[in-house]
């Protein structure tokens, strides 16, 4: 599967955005979808995962309450929606796609096989 994130842009502190990830192939609902972030110095945080139905999710603490990810399966689309945005979430968001294994972790990066190439996140403060 092929993976397109967009929707990063500049934003104020308290503002919001929407991160949009497109999967190509025929297979999306086999995926669990998460959203992870990379800051320069920093490691690949996880942010948000959503499982192959949409019917649970799971947050990073940083995040929870201010982020919401959600997915379309009929467009092979999945979203981050991002209110009351921080300076300290700017970084660079990536979606992924993994196969949701017996033993998959939704917050471990290593456990997802493909990656879109990631949209830009900047907040000022």
């Known amino acids: 599967v092929q993976l397109q994130a967009s929707g990063g842009g500049l934003v104020q502190a308290g503002g919001s955005l929407r991160l949009s990830c497109a999967a190509s192939g025929r297979t999306f609902t086999s995926y669990v979808m998460g959203w992870f972030r990379q800051s320069p110095g920093k490691e690949r945080e996880f942010v948000s995962a959503?499982?192959?139905?949409?019917?649970?999710?799971f947050y990073a603490d940083s995040v929870k309450g201010r982020f919401t990810v959600s997915r379309d399966n009929a467009k092979n689309m999945v979203y981050l929606q991002m209110n009351s945005l921080k300076p300290e979430d700017t970084a660079v968001y990536y979606c992924?796609?993994?196969?949701?294994?017996?033993?998959?972790?939704?917050?471990?990066?290593?456990?997802?096989?493909?990656w879109g190439q990631g949209t830009e996140v900047t907040v000022s403060s």
């Open positions: 959503i499982m192959r139905s949409g019917g649970s999710t």
């Open positions: 992924a796609a993994g196969n949701g294994r017996i033993g998959f972790n939704p917050r471990n990066y290593e456990n997802y096989d493909f």
